[in-house]
């Protein structure tokens, strides 16, 4: 912990200690301050109050304060971690064990930490979108209510390098899906240009 956040908890606990002696009066003993409504004015774990408390509720420098910080061996590790993070490994236990594959000799709490301040590099996760239903579901109607027809003209090709012109009746019911398709060598075209109009028309052919 360095020296501005060391001042700004004992300044913390400072007011919040003092406003409860304040509220007590005589009865205030810091020995047996409650802990959770402690926990509450300031923000702090009950767990960390404890360790305060031990103290007489006074912030001291960390045990480890001025130590190098083994970030430099982290980052020598950073392009494995950072790919691992891209590909949505986030455990940093798995992390570790990775990059100790590789070489590295650092701590666990090194790789944890890394893992927490690059975030950012995690992929996010794809949201299932709600089924919207079979697309493909073709219109139906009752027994004999409605047909879809068409007419063309298609041309054939015979063995003897000839060829000629020939009328392609199609069409589908809609309540079983069943197509029925028959081509006429010698349709009259003037039928055929009924059927057509027929269908132009918006009839349905029943």
């Given amino acids: 912990m360095n020296e501005e956040n060391r001042n700004d908890l004992q300044e913390i606990l400072t007011q919040a200690l003092n406003e409860m002696k304040e509220e007590s009066g005589e009865k205030f003993n810091i020995n047996k301050v409650n802990l959770a409504e ?48 891209s590909k949505g490994v986030t455990n940093a236990f798995a992390c570790y064990d990775r990059i100790c594959e590789v070489g590295y000799a650092g701590s666990k709490s090194a790789v944890k930490n890394y893992v ?20 493909g579901r073709r219109y139906e109607t009752g027994p004999g209510e409605s047909y879809q027809m068409d007419w063309g003209f298609v ?3 015979t063995d003897n390098g000839k060829s000629y012109k020939i009328a392609c009746f199609a069409m589908i019911c809609h309540h079983c899906g069943q197509r029925y398709i028959e081509f006429y060598k010698n349709k009259p075209l003037k039928e055929v240009l009924n059927y057509r109009g027929m269908r132009n028309s918006g009839k349905r052919i029943s």
Avoid: C
Wanted: net charge positive; glycine share 8%; hydrophobic share 30%.
């Fill in 38 to 85: 402690l926990e509450r004015r300031t923000g702090i774990s009950r767990g960390k109050l404890r360790r305060l408390k031990a103290n007489k509720f006074v912030v001291k420098p960390h045990g480890l304060s001025g130590r190098t910080s083994n970030n430099n061996v982290t980052e020598a590790f950073s392009g494995v971690l950072d790919d691992l993070l």
């Fill in 116 to 135: 927490k301040n690059h975030k950012y590099l995690i992929t996010a996760k794809r949201q299932i979108a709600s089924p919207q239903g079979n697309r």
């Fill in 155 to 157: 041309t054939v090709d």
